[in-house]
């Protein structure tokens, strides 16, 4: 008694809480993490790339053209991904280019369609495919 305390709760699916759990006194705050727009992409990668790893050209409305309908978690697997792009590409120079981006994004696309709006039907797929299975109480 008498401490504070701060727990954060993260979901993919907010319409299965329970209504219990949204009153005030037990859930202070929702916030929402939406997609990023072309700023919200070139301040990631920004903070994530030194300016000396990046090429002086780089094209940040292609590269937000191809991270499109991505949460924010995809674009910095994107930006993980176009960093080893740009390791073998140049030869361990690391500097990274418009189209690393453009390709790591457009790798993404596949689990990004498996993961989209449809939720829990798209995850059970990917686990048969996986050859994973599911049990219900996943």
Known sequence: KGRNMICVFTTNH???IHRGMMRPGRLDA???FGQLD???IEKLIRILIPAENLEADI???AIH???RG???AFVKEAIDRAKRYALVRS???NVMSTEDFIYAANGLRPQRKLF???GRKNASRCARLSGRGMTEQE
């Open 14 to 16: 907010p319409d299965k």
């Open 30 to 32: 929702v916030m929402h």
């Open 38 to 40: 072309i700023t919200g």
């Open 59 to 61: 094209n940040f409305v």
């Open 65 to 67: 053209e191809a991270c």
């Open 70 to 72: 991505f949460q924010p």
């Open 91 to 93: 030869g361990g120079l």
């Open 116 to 118: 989209g709006s449809r």
